[in-house]
């Protein structure tokens, strides 16, 4: 079973950018599709971002609209999200998930991986 394990959170004004990593131990990342998940207090879980094992697909969340970047370098076992253009709405706790097959999910039920988290605070 793969370890993840989030970085990058922080607080950071509207406007502003954050890149979060989700770097994997335990096993090799690159046969996993891997997703970005988030949690605002209140909120169910939702999609943020995925990418395939082969980094041939992408897909984002509704709400991204051209501003975050998913991306994997396969070398360091590790998926990043670059964050731009934040807003006091993408305030919430940021997580990554590992899918053995090899694709992503938009659902949060098909991961059996998952991260810790790290938060992501936008003010405004």
């Known amino acids: 079973q793969v370890q993840l394990v989030e970085a990058g959170g922080g607080m950071v004004q509207a406007g502003g950018s954050l890149s979060l990593s989700c770097t994997a131990s335990?096993?090799?990342?690159?046969?996993?599709?891997v997703a970005w998940f988030r949690q605002a207090s209140g909120k169910w879980r939702e999609f943020v971002a995925g990418v395939t094992r082969d980094a041939a697909g992408r897909d984002y969340g509704d709400f991204v609209k051209g501003r975050f970047t998913i991306s994997r370098d396969d070398a360091k076992n590790t998926v990043y999200l670059q964050m731009n253009s934040l807003e006091p709405e993408d305030t919430a706790v940021y997580y990554c998930a590992a899918a053995e097959s090899g694709t992503y999910y938009r659902s949060s039920r098909p991961y059996k991986n998952w991260g810790q988290g790290t938060q992501v605070t936008v003010s405004s």
């Open positions: 335990g096993q090799i990342l690159s046969t996993y599709g």
